[in-house]
């Protein structure tokens, strides 16, 4: 799908439906992509009690939500891996524990965790189009 930032909004709510009760996602695509701005936009669908921010220095960034239908406390871990160079460095910050559970987990640059990412990942690449437009695909 083809968008602009103003209709992402709308992209975000289309994605949680297309995802399904997949919770590990993957967001892949250059710099300045969008990859966070997405993933904000997926946060206000989701209302996340604080708005996300991006965990490049932090590498996690973990935030709540409340699900409607039985008031549960859910979480979100935002995952920005950018600066690790090798598996061993995922995990030894834990990251199995993000993969393996029943909430939500997106991840940037998760290129270098592939071969311990869950088979039912819910993949995304976005790619900067010459317009300005984003080029989203998903699987």
């Given at each position: 799908?083809?968008?602009?930032?103003?209709?992402?909004?709308?992209?975000?709510?289309?994605?949680?439906?297309?995802?399904?009760?997949?919770?590990?996602?993957?967001?892949?695509?250059?710099?300045?992509?969008?990859?966070?701005?997405?993933?904000?936009?997926?946060?206000?669908?989701?209302?996340?009690?604080?708005?996300?921010?991006?965990?490049?220095?932090?590498?996690?960034?973990?935030?709540?939500?409340?699900n409607v239908e039985d008031q549960?406390?859910?979480?979100?871990?935002?995952?920005?891996?950018y600066r690790l160079q090798r598996?061993?460095?995922?995990?030894?910050?834990?990251?199995?524990?993000?993969?393996?559970?029943?909430?939500?987990?997106?991840?940037?640059?998760?290129?270098?965790?592939?071969?311990?990412?869950?088979?039912?990942?819910?993949?995304?690449?976005?790619?900067?189009?010459e317009d300005g437009r984003r080029?989203?695909?998903?699987?």
């Amino acid at each position: 799908m083809i968008y602009r930032l103003e209709e992402i909004s709308n992209i975000a709510q289309q994605l949680l439906a297309i995802a399904g009760n997949r919770r590990k996602w993957c967001f892949y695509g250059e710099l300045g992509a969008g990859k966070t701005t997405l993933i904000k936009a997926i946060g206000q669908s989701l209302k996340l009690k604080e708005a996300v921010t991006s965990p490049t220095y932090s590498l996690v960034n973990e935030y709540t939500y409340s699900n409607v239908e039985d008031q549960d406390i859910n979480y979100l871990y935002h995952l920005d891996l950018y600066r690790l160079q090798r598996i061993e460095e995922a995990l030894d910050i834990g990251i199995e524990e993000y993969l393996y559970n029943e909430h939500f987990c997106f991840i940037e640059w998760a290129e270098v965790i592939a071969p311990i990412l869950p088979e039912d990942t819910f993949s995304v690449s976005i790619s900067l189009l010459e317009d300005g437009r984003r080029l989203l695909t998903h699987r």
